[in-house]
């Protein structure tokens, strides 16, 4: 069993993992641009799980978080899983407000700690059960998704739902580091 089955299993079955991933390789992502949301610059960080389910309570009015267990860097074997909050207390608005309203062909733009961009271009977008965390785990390391809470429900004061935008990486355009990315993943297939 792959080490990413079992941290899957772990966390569903609700026990307690402690490895942090590390984001030293500069290839792991470090911001995140989506202009036609006017979010510029989110930091990107670390969401371990932690008894059972990711550390949302890292992730502020500013940060988007990389799920534990998903892709590492573009080009890696699974996609990677960023999540982010739609709204905070106070009726403050999360970096992922407005997420929904992104439609296909939009851009998204990823950058890694070394600051080399991949630009990303939406192809869809799903709802989901709030549990259905199958769903995320797709073996194409040339897929991004972003995945923030929906569907508000105010008799239990709570999102009931989950809303997935997928983005494509769009194939490089003369840098060096890209195409190797991009050969990387097309091998991995």
Request: glycine share 10%; proline share 5%; charged share 25%.
């Amino acid at each position: 069993m792959s080490a990413r089955r079992i941290a899957v299993a772990f966390a569903l079955a609700g026990a307690t993992l402690f490895a942090e991933p590390s984001h030293a390789d500069t290839r792991a992502p470090a911001r995140l641009s989506i202009p036609s949301l006017g979010l510029f610059d989110a930091p990107v960080v670390a969401l371990p799980i932690q008894s059972g389910r990711w550390a949302e309570e890292r992730l502020g009015a500013r940060e988007v978080g990389l799920l534990e267990t998903t892709g590492r860097w573009p080009g890696d074997t699974w996609a990677m899983v960023l999540a982010g909050h739609v709204t905070l207390e106070g009726d403050q608005r999360g970096p992922f407000y407005g997420l929904g309203s992104l439609r296909p062909g939009q851009i998204l733009l990823l950058y890694g700690h070394d600051g080399q961009p991949w630009r990303y271009r939406v192809v869809g977008q799903r709802l989901l059960a709030a549990d259905a965390v199958k769903a995320i785990y797709r073996r194409d390391g040339r897929r991004l998704l972003l995945m923030t809470c929906a569907a508000w429900d105010d008799a239990r004061q709570r999102y009931t739902r989950r809303l997935l935008v997928e983005a494509v990486l769009e194939a490089p355009t003369g840098t060096k580091h890209l195409t190797r990315v991009w050969q990387a993943s097309r091998m991995q297939r």
